[in-house]
């Protein structure tokens, strides 16, 4: 994160003209912009640690050979190609979510035909 501040002190401002409109000041635009990043970092990697750590309890629980991660074909869409099942136990389907900062349209679709897909393949 510290890498990122660096960076946004060089990044094109050019967006602060819309923040100005709407009465929001340079300080404020920064710090949104700020907390902005600083969100997308924690749900990126605090999210992937939590959904390695689930992963960790169905593998401690149920074997490394019984507990995998595995990739099955969208047969329902062209894109993605594949859908990753987060842990299959024998024919049980488990998906690890994390809190997704991303809740839109594309995303929920994306998440349902998943389901749609695993459920179709018999899990």
């Not at 600083?38 to 992937?48: D, H, I, M, V, W």
């Not at 169905?58 to 099955?72: L, Q, T």
């Not at 859908?83 to 488990?94: G, Q, R, T």
């Amino acid at each position: 994160m510290d890498k990122r501040k660096n960076e946004m002190k060089l990044d094109n401002k050019e967006h602060y003209l819309v923040y100005r409109v709407l009465g929001i000041s340079a300080e404020e635009g920064d710090a949104i912009d700020l907390y902005q990043n600083e969100g997308r970092f924690l749900y990126k990697y605090a999210g992937s640690f939590m959904e390695d750590a689930a992963h960790l309890c169905f593998v401690d629980k149920y074997g490394v050979n019984n507990a995998k991660k595995v990739k099955i074909p969208n047969t329902i869409g062209k894109r993605p190609k594949q859908y990753e099942i987060d842990c299959l136990v024998n024919s049980d389907a488990h998906e690890i979510k994390w809190r997704d900062a991303t809740t839109d349209g594309d995303h929920v679709l994306k998440e349902n035909t998943r389901i749609k897909v695993i459920k179709n393949a018999g899990y």
